[in-house]
Structures are given as C-alpha cells and as structure tokens.
C-alpha cells in the first residue's frame, strides 16, 4: 500500500493520506474556534464546533477581516497533532525517496515580512462562492513560498487538510502530473497580493484540475511544483483548512 502510494505521489504529485484520527481532527477543530473566537468582539455570536460551517452568516466584514489577517490567521501545534506527521510511514518515505532522508520542520510561511514560524501552521476560511467570491487565492505553486521564485524542488512539501468541507465541492483543486512540468517563471503573474505567486490563466488553461473526496482526518500530501488553487468554495457552508509546510531541514 506504501509503495502504491510512493508510486502515486511521484506520478501524479500527491497522494492522499490517512493522518488524523476523529479525535485529532476534533482537537485541531477547537483550536481554531479557539483562534477565531479571540477575534471576534464579545457582543458579536462566538463559534462553536456545531456552527462553524455558519461562520458566514454570523460575521460582518470588519471581524472578518479581522480573523484572516495575516498576523492572526495561524495555530500552534503540539505534540498531538505534530506526532502523527512525523510517524508516518508514508510521508517517511516520500521525504526519503525525494530528498534522501526524512527530516523536517513544520513552519508557516505567514508574512513576507517576519520570519517563518516553527510548529505552526496557517488556516485558511473560506465562504460559499456565491456570497463571497474573493476568499480564494489563484492557482498557484508552493515552490515560490514567501513571495520568492525558487527553484529547488527539495526545498518543501505541503499538506493540506479539511477542518470543515470533505466533498469535492470545497477540497483543494490540484493539477495531476503537474509537478513534472518546468514551468516558466514567465508563467506567474505580476502581482505582489499573494504570499504563494499566482499563475497566469492562460497558462493554466492547459492543465486539467481534480478535487478529492476526503474524510475527516484525510489529508492531501502534494508536490511543490504542483499547481494548485483557485478552490471556490461551491458548497454553502463555509470552508476551513489549513495548510502545513513541512521543510527540508538540509535548507533550513
Ligand atoms: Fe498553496
């Protein structure tokens, strides 16, 4: 199954991977409500794990704004929910066959400003596309991380994992095959908004996109140099995931 797996991720560029258990997802769930929750002003509905999915409807632009910022959007992790990304066997043995060991750090790439955060990972909400159409980033490489061009391919992997929103309707929109391509450094757009550069649509166009249908603790394992992106929300409950970077710890 390993093997099966390896196989698929060197083809293809990602796999999905069974990380998580219910109760780790929960806990990784309240952390976050957690987070929000410090952000949003004490007359305003606080979330909870029921009503999360609702988020949309409860928050107003100026907390919302608030909750995404930059500088807020982010949770610590701990033991718990580091264990199971350094135990298993697959992401071991992905890291072994691209970089020849597996060792890494979990870092978040929060702001272009301020250095990169150790055991912490970013969260990302999104709401339902026809309420909300600016909530998701275009498609785009994980490679460029921090806003620079790169092009060492060793340097990182990212994982992506559902909080809220399995079904292909809400999952994260990847390019299959994708990472074997070279793809020009011409090909991103000139724009400065995004943190990971996005790529022009014309480029693009050329490339077939899937989403995944996961369950609760799946994650998506992918490729720096997969394109990934433009994931609207097209279900009516709003998105949450975050996205883990794990780094090679030969560059850092
Ligand atoms: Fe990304």
Same mark, same amino acid.
């Given at each position: 199954?390993?093997?099966?797996?390896?196989?698929?991720?060197?083809?293809?560029?990602?796999?999905?991977?069974? &990380?998580?258990?219910?109760?780790?997802?929960?806990?990784?769930?309240?952390?976050?409500?957690?987070?929000?929750?410090?952000?949003?002003?004490?007359?305003?509905?606080?979330?909870?794990?029921?009503?999360?999915?609702?988020?949309?409807?409860?928050?107003? #632009?100026?907390?919302?704004?608030?909750?995404?910022?930059?500088?807020?959007?982010?949770?610590?992790?701990?033991?718990?929910?580091?264990?199971?990304?350094?135990?298993?066997?697959?992401?071991?043995?992905?890291?072994?066959?691209?970089?020849?060991? =597996?060792?890494?750090?979990?870092?978040?790439?929060?702001?272009? #400003?301020?250095?990169?955060?150790?055991?912490?990972?970013?969260?990302?909400?999104?709401?339902?596309?026809?309420?909300?159409?600016?909530?998701?980033?275009?498609?785009?490489?994980?490679?460029?991380?921090?806003?620079?061009?790169?092009?060492?391919?060793?340097? &990182?992997?990212?994982?992506?994992?559902?909080?809220?929103?399995? =079904?292909?309707?809400?999952?994260?929109?990847? =390019?299959?095959?994708?990472?074997?391509?070279?793809?020009?450094?011409?090909?991103?757009?000139?724009?400065? #908004?995004?943190?990971?550069?996005?790529?022009?649509?014309?480029?693009?166009?050329?490339?077939?996109?899937?989403?995944?249908?996961?369950?609760?603790?799946?994650?998506?394992?992918?490729?720096?140099?997969?394109?990934?992106?433009? =994931?609207?929300?097209?279900?009516? #409950?709003?998105?949450?995931?975050?996205?883990?970077?794990?780094?090679?710890?030969?560059?850092?």
């Amino acid at each position: 199954m390993i093997k099966k797996k390896l196989n698929q991720f060197i083809d293809k560029g990602f796999c999905i991977i069974d &990380l998580y258990s219910k109760n780790e997802h929960k806990y990784l769930l309240s952390k976050i409500i957690k987070k929000i929750n410090k952000n949003i002003p004490a007359k305003s509905k606080k979330l909870s794990a029921k009503n999360l999915k609702f988020y949309h409807s409860y928050q107003d #632009k100026e907390v919302h704004d608030k909750v995404i910022k930059n500088t807020q959007r982010y949770i610590s992790l701990d033991k718990k929910l580091i264990m199971p990304i350094i135990k298993n066997k697959l992401i071991q043995k992905i890291s072994n066959h691209h970089w020849g060991h =597996s060792k890494f750090s979990i870092k978040w790439v929060g702001s272009l #400003k301020k250095p990169m955060k150790l055991n912490t990972t970013g969260f990302r909400i999104a709401r339902p596309e026809k309420l909300s159409s600016k909530d998701v980033g275009g498609e785009h490489l994980d490679l460029h991380y921090g806003g620079k061009k790169n092009t060492n391919q060793k340097k &990182l992997f990212t994982l992506w994992c559902p909080i809220v929103g399995m =079904s292909k309707n809400y999952t994260l929109r990847i =390019s299959p095959g994708s990472h074997k391509f070279k793809h020009p450094l011409s090909s991103i757009s000139k724009q400065k #908004k995004y943190i990971s550069m996005v790529l022009n649509k014309n480029y693009v166009k050329r490339f077939k996109f899937i989403r995944p249908n996961l369950k609760v603790g799946q994650v998506i394992f992918f490729h720096p140099n997969l394109i990934h992106g433009s =994931s609207k929300n097209l279900g009516s #409950k709003t998105r949450v995931s975050i996205d883990l970077r794990i780094f090679n710890n030969t560059y850092s």
